[in-house]
């Protein structure tokens, strides 16, 4: 059955460092890949997607992720976390509808 | 403004009182779901639809119902809620399956 993993249920980052937060994906027909992120109290809300194309994807608020087929991954970064990026983060596979979804990241910024 | 708009946002119930989360959408969208949110569980689908009419289960249907009988509802039923259905319920619709999801803003119950 399709699967999404999330590596890391919870990453903890100083404010101003790198944000790596990682997906693998196991669908066997291509993906479209989604990261969501959910504020405390919010609802999901898209970040970025992958459909087709270019495989590096620009998202919202500075994050971009890297479809590499090769490595059935598409990773999560940001070059400079700010204390405002704190939520939780799913990354989510739609290459056989409907969408799966990994289980979740939690990412914490420290001052 | 398109959204997707549920209610309630917060519901304390008891064991055994049925109860309905009304979910609407303002955008056209063909496709809709119902996820359950649950600590250390991620998101698991409990019921979608792809169509007016067309409703199949997703990975946790027990103890649920739904209805597509407009394209812009899509209500989640609970005929007999149990605590174990105590939990954070997401409404969420796309153009289609495949696509985007736009997704309401949460409904917290808690099932005594």
């Known amino acids: 059955a399709q699967s999404v993993t999330q590596l890391g249920s919870h990453v903890s980052v100083s404010e101003g460092a790198l944000v790596l937060l990682r997906c693998n994906y196991s669908?066997?027909?291509?993906?479209?890949l989604f990261w969501y992120v959910q504020y405390p109290n919010q609802g999901l809300q898209l970040l970025l997607k992958?459909?087709?194309?270019?495989?590096l994807v620009k998202g919202i608020n500075g994050f971009e992720a890297e479809f590499k087929k090769s490595e059935t991954s598409f990773h999560l970064t940001k070059p400079s976390a700010h204390m405002s990026d704190a939520a939780e983060y799913f990354c989510?596979?739609?290459?056989?509808?409907?969408?799966?979804f990994g289980k979740g990241t939690r990412l914490s910024v420290i001052a | 403004e398109a959204q997707v708009t549920q209610n309630p946002r917060y519901l304390i119930t008891v064991t055994g009182k049925k109860l309905t989360v009304t979910c609407s959408q303002n955008?056209?969208?063909?496709?809709m779901s119902w996820y359950r949110q649950d600590p250390g569980l991620g998101l698991r689908q409990i019921y979608y639809?792809?169509?007016?009419?067309?409703?199949d289960k997703g990975d946790v249907p027990e103890g649920y119902k739904v209805s597509r009988k407009e394209k812009r509802n899509f209500p989640l039923i609970l005929e007999s809620p149990s605590p174990n259905q105590t939990s954070l319920y997401f409404c969420?619709?796309?153009?289609?399956?495949?696509?985007?999801?736009?997704f309401g803003e949460g409904s917290r119950l808690t099932v005594l």
């Open positions: 989510a596979d739609s290459g056989n509808t409907p969408l799966v």
């Open positions: 955008m056209n969208h063909e496709y």
């Open positions: 969420a619709s796309s153009l289609m399956a495949s696509g985007e999801l736009f």
């Open positions: 669908s066997s027909v291509p993906p479209y």
């Open positions: 992958y459909t087709t194309g270019a495989t």
């Open positions: 639809s792809m169509n007016v009419e067309v409703t």
